[in-house]
Every structure is written in C-alpha cells, then in structure tokens.
C-alpha cells in the first residue's frame, strides 16, 4: 500500500456546546476512494471543513498531501480540490469564467488556465454550455461544473461532500463516472454520503460516521462480512423438521419462519454454506423446492451498529 | 506578490458590466443630481449670495461650480460606502468559500474589492466633471491642457485615497454582518451624518464650533478641499465665503485621508484572517 494521503488522529470538533466531531481517527492511501458514510448532523461536513483549512484544528492531528493542516495551511490549500455539499456557483458568470476566476485564484499561468479549462469542459461535457450562466444551467450541469472546478488545479486530493444530493438517478450515475474515472487517472477521493448505494458502488473503503464517531471502517465486503448475516431463504417438504434440522448447524445463527418456507442466518459467508445445508437435508430426505442467497446491504450493516435506520 | 487580487477584481468589474440597471444607474445618477439640485439650487443661492460684498481679489464663482465639487465628493462616498456589500453576499451565498479555501492570501479579496471600488468612483467622478463642464460649471479655468491633466490627477488621487478608505470600511462591516438587511441599516445610520456634516454642498464655516469639530473629523471634508483645490483653484469665493487653501491644507489633507486608509485597511485584514466561513 501507497503511503497515506489523508492521515487524522484524535479529531474532535465542537461548536459552543455540540460535539460536533468527537476523537476520529483513520488514514486514506494515495489513489483511494474513501467515503464517510453517515445521516444528517453526523459531523461529516464538519471534518471536509477542518480536513480543508475550512475550519481550525481545535484538537488532534490532520496531515493532508503531507502537510499538517494546522501548520502549513497554504500548502494544504494548493494541494487539495473541493466541492463543497451547498452550491457554491456565482450563478452570474458563465461556465467558462466560473473556471478563469478559479484558475487566477490558484494563479495558474495563462496558457496552461486555458488549456485545462477547455479540458475540464469536455471532461464534464459542458462543451455547449461554455458561455451560459450558471443560473441556466440545471442541478446534475451545476454539480459538474463543480467537480470540473474542484480538479482545474490537479489537485492530489479531492474532497467531495455529498456530491450527488438533491440529483436526479440519471444525474447521479454520471457523477459517479466522473468520479470513478478522476480517481483512475490517480486523485485520491475523500467523500461524504448519506446514501448507501453511494458509498457502495464507489469506495475502496468506507468509514461509517455517527454522532462525531467511527463506528465502523472497511471495505464495503468487509462491513457486511463482519455482520456475519447472510440469509438463505428455503421452501422444502418438510418445513418444520428442516428447520429443526438445520438449527443444529454450527455456522446456522438463527431459523424463523417466512410468509413461504423459513428462512436461516448464517455467520459468515452464505453462499458458502450452501453445499453443507443441501446436504444435510438431502441425507435427512427432505426435498427442497427453491433457495435464495441474500447478502446484507449497508442498510443492514448501518442498523446493526447504530440500531437505527440511516434515514433520521 | 501574487496577482490574486486581479482575480477579484475582475470577477467584481464583470459583475458591475454584466448588471446593466446597476451600471446604469450609478453612471446617471451623479449626472441627476447635477442636474436637478444643481440647477435648482444656483438660481436661489446665486441670488442669496449677489447680496454679499466680494472681497478684494477674490474671484466669485456660480454654486453649481462650487456643489459639483460637491456632487463628486458624495457620489464617491455613497459608492464606497456599499462596495463591500459583495462581500456579504459571497459570504451568504457560499461564494466567499471558495476563496476562503484558495492559496490567495486574504488579504487579496481587500485589494481586489478597493480596486474595483476606485474603478467605478473614477468612472463617476469623471462622468460628472464631463456633464459638469456641459452645464457650465467652471472648473479648471484658465489653465492649459497640461495644467488640467495635472489638476484631473490631483482630484483622481484624493478620490483614490478616500475610497479606499471607505471600501475597506464597508468591507469590514459586510463580513461581520449577517444579512443585507441590517448592513443597509449601518450603512444609512453612517452616511447621514457624513453627508450633513461636511462642507461638500454648503460651507461648513457657518456651522457651530461643535458641528465645525464634527467636520474637521469627517473624510468627506478633506476629499472635498482636494477637489476644490484641484478643480475650482486655492483661492476663491463663494456663498459669502472667501475659501483660501495653502498647499500646506492640501497635503494635510490628503495625509488625513492616508492615515484614515491605513486604520481601516489594518481593521479590515484584521477581520477578515479572522472570519469563519461555514
Ligand atoms: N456552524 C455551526 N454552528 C453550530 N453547530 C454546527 C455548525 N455546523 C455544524 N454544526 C452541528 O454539528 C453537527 C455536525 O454537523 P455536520 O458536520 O454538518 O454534519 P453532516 O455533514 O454529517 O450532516 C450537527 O449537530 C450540526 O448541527
Ligand atoms: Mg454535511
């Protein structure tokens, strides 16, 4: 592994009273998607501002591209991109001066401003909407022109939070294009998301964040194998001795009925499980109409740590 | 030093061009007040003041003369006074974050926002000494092309130096503010008195000793003597008043004016390193 990009230990925020963050650590590795995946007030804006220079460190340690935050933060500054979560457009300029006034604020000499704004335009097919407002433009051309706005500048590091809120399915999927394809052409991405499906088909490794703290970090895999909560649906001959059968099984958690058959959760891997289960009631004689294999989504993970939906 | 600041200040210029009403009004404005107060005015206090004796080798000159030096002094007060208005805007819009988290030094959105500023009051005051000249307002008589080109410079100096004063000013009130609203509020409360207790449209000499104190505190006093200096002459009278000013009055003046550009600049930076965008 790459050495860490993002490195932050003992983070903790606080506005008067409100603990806004409270004692996070974790590390990102360089060309990584990292999400922080948590409901609303969860303290993930707060750590994007303070991981940004945005806000003071008030205690702890953050290194972002190598630089200490709290003592270099103009080098910090030149290193990273950002999109913020709130709209932050001058919605009377066009797309093209929106990226000029970026480009002389990180003083990019004139040729190499140019050559990269037209690039960052076609990265995010805005080519057509060069010389529109950005009050005409709609939410998902808003949003790209953003992102587009968070890269001009190379940046090692790209901080996306909640990038696709208030977006449209279609809208949604192609930012996750950009995104993906920014982070092959090697940006680390830390992102913050409120939705499962998000943080699931994009991070390399997710940090589950609630009231100000890390609940739980992994890959998405990771998560859900750690819940060691795979079911497998069942409908056989016999429902009532199958069930009894399999309950004696070392890796079988619990056995309820369902509106058809029963279903079983297994510790680990269920798929894995499978062969042994079919056996089991094969040798018992009990013939069996229809499986299913369901694997956790992150939903499950996030209410197995938290006891509550993510959604509140 | 880094051009950061000329980002600003093209971003603040391109919104001025792109408001059309906003343009428009702030370049007739001026041209307004000439007009109709000027107009109004000189035929009364002309009449008012036939009755006073000129002194010897004093030159009279009309109102309208005297005001529009005047005229030029409150348009660029008024100007200034809201050009840190922007400002609060970003600041509430989230605009002020993207720049707030940019390598630019801070201290670059006060440069870029003071020159914009100067820009637009340049344009004005140039505006009503064009009109001025129209109406008959008697300004730079007698003086050779050369000498006007340095009389034009003077006044645009004093106009310079007192803006900067009073965009940093209004910068500093709009990053503290939190909504328009009461920034009005402010910039309403500290242009009235601004505007009653100077000498920019009748000779503050008449006042009493305590309103004439109050003057000698006000900016708009000392941007006034400059451009009488520079575009009527130091030695002139008017609404029975013989106005004498030495060099010695000019160059303080315009030293006061510094001074005021400095305390304000240093409040402004001082502010704005401090300002939490959230
Ligand atoms: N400027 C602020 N002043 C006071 N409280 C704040 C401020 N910003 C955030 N908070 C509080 O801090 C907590 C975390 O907020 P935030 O970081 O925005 O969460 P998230 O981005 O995960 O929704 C919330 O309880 C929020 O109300
Ligand atoms: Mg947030």
Same mark, same amino acid.
């Given at each position: 592994?790459?050495?860490?990009?993002?490195?932050?230990?003992?983070?903790?925020?606080?506005?008067?009273?409100?603990?806004?963050?409270?004692?996070?650590?974790?590390?990102?590795?360089?060309?990584?998607?990292?999400?922080?995946?948590?409901?609303?007030?969860?303290?993930?804006?707060?750590?994007?501002?303070?991981?940004?220079?945005?806000?003071?460190?008030?205690?702890?340690?953050?290194?972002?591209?190598?630089?200490?935050?709290?003592?270099?933060?103009?080098? $910090?500054?030149?290193? %990273?991109?950002? @999109?913020?979560? /709130?709209? =932050?457009?001058?919605?009377?300029? *066009?797309?093209?001066?929106?990226?000029?006034?970026?480009?002389?604020?990180?003083?990019?000499?004139?040729?190499?401003?140019?050559?990269?704004?037209?690039?960052?335009?076609?990265?995010?097919?805005?080519?057509?909407?060069?010389?529109?407002?950005?009050?005409?433009?709609?939410?998902?051309?808003?949003?790209?022109?953003?992102?587009?706005?968070?890269?001009?500048?190379?940046?090692?590091?790209?901080?996306?939070?909640?990038?696709?809120?208030?977006?449209?399915?279609?809208?949604?999927?192609? $930012?996750?294009?950009? %995104?993906?394809? @920014?982070?092959? /052409?090697? =940006?680390?991405?830390?992102?913050? *998301?409120?939705?499962?499906?998000?943080?699931?088909?994009?991070?390399?490794?997710?940090?589950?964040?609630?009231?100000?703290?890390?609940?739980?970090?992994?890959?998405?895999?990771?998560?859900?194998?750690?819940?060691?909560?795979?079911?497998?649906?069942?409908?056989?001959?016999?429902?009532?001795?199958?069930?009894?059968?399999?309950?004696?099984?070392?890796?079988?958690?619990?056995?309820?009925?369902?509106?058809?058959?029963?279903?079983?959760?297994?510790?680990?891997?269920?798929?894995?499980?499978?062969?042994?289960?079919?056996?089991?009631?094969?040798?018992?004689?009990?013939?069996?109409?229809?499986?299913?294999?369901?694997?956790?989504?992150?939903?499950?993970?996030?209410?197995?740590?938290?006891?509550?939906?993510?959604?509140? | 030093?880094?051009?950061?600041?000329?980002?600003?200040?093209?971003?603040?210029?391109?919104?001025?061009?792109?408001?059309?009403?906003?343009?428009?009004?702030?370049?007739?404005?001026?041209?307004?007040?000439?007009?109709?107060?000027?107009?109004?005015?000189?035929?009364?206090?002309?009449?008012?003041?036939?009755?006073?004796?000129?002194?010897?080798?004093?030159?009279?000159?009309?109102?309208?003369?005297?005001?529009?030096?005047?005229?030029?002094?409150?348009?660029?007060?008024?100007?200034?006074?809201?050009?840190?208005?922007?400002?609060?805007?970003?600041?509430?819009?989230?605009?002020?974050?993207?720049?707030?988290?940019?390598?630019?030094?801070?201290?670059?959105?006060?440069?870029?926002?003071?020159?914009?500023?100067?820009?637009?009051?340049?344009?004005?005051?140039?505006?009503?000494?064009?009109?001025?000249?129209?109406?008959?307002?008697?300004?730079?008589?007698?003086?050779?092309?050369?000498?006007?080109?340095?009389?034009?410079?003077?006044?645009?100096?004093?106009?310079?130096?007192?803006?900067?004063?009073?965009?940093?000013?209004?910068?500093?009130?709009?990053?503290?503010?939190?909504?328009?609203?009461?920034?009005?509020?402010?910039?309403?409360?500290?242009?009235?008195?601004?505007?009653?207790?100077?000498?920019?449209?009748?000779?503050?000499?008449?006042?009493?000793?305590?309103?004439?104190?109050?003057?000698?505190?006000?900016?708009?006093?000392?941007?006034?003597?400059?451009?009488?200096?520079?575009?009527?002459?130091?030695?002139?009278?008017?609404?029975?008043?013989?106005?004498?000013?030495?060099?010695?009055?000019?160059?303080?003046?315009?030293?006061?004016?510094?001074?005021?550009?400095?305390?304000?600049?240093?409040?402004?930076?001082?502010?704005?390193?401090?300002?939490?965008?959230?």
């Amino acid at each position: 592994m790459s050495a860490p990009v993002i490195e932050v230990s003992g983070l903790a925020h606080r506005f008067k009273e409100t603990v806004a963050v409270d004692g996070i650590s974790f590390s990102v590795p360089a060309g990584q998607i990292f999400s922080f995946l948590g409901p609303n007030g969860a303290g993930k804006s707060t750590t994007i501002n303070v991981l940004t220079t945005l806000l003071a460190v008030q205690q702890g340690s953050v290194k972002v591209a190598g630089f200490d935050v709290a003592e270099q933060p103009e080098e $910090v500054r030149r290193s %990273i991109g950002i @999109v913020f979560q /709130e709209e =932050t457009l001058d919605r009377d300029l *066009t797309v093209w001066e929106i990226l000029e006034f970026h480009g002389n604020l990180y003083s990019m000499p004139r040729g190499e401003r140019r050559a990269r704004i037209d690039e960052m335009i076609r990265l995010v097919e805005l080519e057509k909407k060069r010389d529109v407002l950005v009050k005409h433009l709609s939410g998902g051309m808003k949003r790209r022109l953003e992102i587009a706005r968070g890269l001009m500048t190379r940046p090692k590091v790209l901080f996306l939070d909640e990038p696709t809120l208030g977006l449209d399915p279609q809208s949604r999927i192609h $930012v996750w294009d950009y %995104i993906r394809q @920014v982070n092959r /052409e090697g =940006t680390t991405i830390f992102l913050t *998301t409120h939705y499962m499906d998000e943080a699931d088909s994009l991070s390399d490794r997710i940090s589950i964040i609630d009231h100000g703290k890390i609940i739980a970090s992994g890959t998405s895999r990771e998560l859900k194998d750690a819940l060691g909560q795979d079911i497998i649906s069942l409908e056989t001959g016999d429902d009532v001795n199958a069930a009894e059968l399999l309950r004696t099984l070392p890796e079988v958690k619990d056995v309820r009925p369902g509106m058809r058959g029963f279903s079983v959760t297994i510790t680990g891997n269920g798929a894995a499980c499978l062969p042994p289960v079919l056996e089991r009631l094969k040798g018992a004689g009990i013939s069996v109409a229809a499986v299913n294999v369901k694997r956790p989504t992150l939903d499950d993970v996030f209410v197995h740590f938290t006891g509550r939906e993510i959604r509140g | 030093m880094g051009h950061q600041y000329l980002a600003i200040y093209w971003r603040d210029m391109l919104r001025f061009v792109r408001f059309r009403a906003l343009l428009f009004s702030s370049l007739v404005q001026p041209a307004l007040w000439m007009a109709f107060f000027g107009i109004a005015m000189t035929s009364s206090f002309d009449r008012l003041s036939s009755l006073a004796p000129v002194p010897e080798g004093a030159i009279a000159i009309p109102y309208l003369t005297f005001m529009a030096a005047g005229v030029m002094a409150l348009t660029t007060l008024f100007t200034t006074l809201f050009g840190g208005m922007g400002l609060l805007f970003d600041k509430l819009w989230g605009l002020m974050r993207e720049i707030l988290a940019s390598p630019a030094p801070r201290s670059h959105i006060l440069f870029g926002i003071s020159l914009s500023g100067i820009t637009k009051s340049f344009i004005q005051v140039i505006i009503i000494m064009a009109f001025g000249l129209l109406l008959g307002v008697q300004f730079f008589v007698g003086k050779g092309p050369a000498a006007i080109a340095l009389s034009v410079t003077g006044i645009l100096l004093f106009v310079a130096v007192f803006a900067i004063g009073f965009l940093l000013l209004s910068s500093t009130i709009a990053i503290t503010m939190e909504s328009p609203e009461s920034m009005q509020a402010v910039m309403t409360l500290l242009s009235l008195p601004l505007f009653f207790v100077s000498n920019a449209l009748y000779p503050a000499e008449s006042f009493p000793p305590f309103l004439q104190a109050a003057t000698a505190l006000n900016p708009l006093t000392y941007l006034v003597t400059g451009i009488r200096y520079f575009a009527i002459g130091p030695d002139f009278f008017a609404l029975g008043h013989h106005y004498v000013y030495t060099a010695t009055d000019v160059f303080s003046a315009f030293l006061a004016l510094a001074f005021f550009a400095a305390v304000m600049f240093s409040l402004a930076l001082r502010t704005i390193n401090h300002a939490v965008v959230n």
